[in-house]
């Protein structure tokens, strides 16, 4: 099982990054998903969760009305498009096989993250 998330960068106040996040060794399209992230001295912090198809996502309200969350499943990946990106968005981004209904239970190892830095 691997979770390869990419796509992270330095970027402006207000600017936007699209992450991805590619699974391999499980049926991705059977997983519900979730991004994750941790600033520098803080816990890891859920972000946002899609379920298997697609159709049902939800947001921690630090990041709702600017973070979406979005799946391919026929190329095993799942995206984050980040808009109005702030300074305290600041983290390594991991992304995870979750339980919908709680995004606490993870289901797959971590993998390696993704740094985004948003400068002020």
């Known amino acids: 099982v691997q979770l390869q998330a990419s796509g992270g960068g330095l970027v402006q106040t207000g600017g936007s990054l699209r992450l991805s996040c590619e699974a391999s060794?499980?049926?991705?399209?059977?997983?519900?998903m979730g991004w994750f992230r941790q600033a520098p001295g803080n816990e890891r912090e859920f972000v946002a969760a899609i379920n298997w198809s697609g159709v049902g996502t939800y947001y921690a309200d630090s990041v709702k009305g600017r973070f979406t969350i979005s799946r391919d499943n026929a190329k095993n990946t799942l995206y984050l498009q980040m808009n109005s990106l702030r300074p305290e968005d600041t983290a390594v981004y991991y992304c995870?096989?979750?339980?919908?209904?709680?995004?606490?239970?993870?289901?797959?190892?971590w993998g390696q993250g993704t740094l985004v830095t948003v400068s002020s």
């Open positions: 060794g499980r049926l991705f399209s059977s997983d519900d």
């Open positions: 995870a096989a979750i339980v919908y209904s709680d995004y606490s239970r993870v289901l797959s190892p």
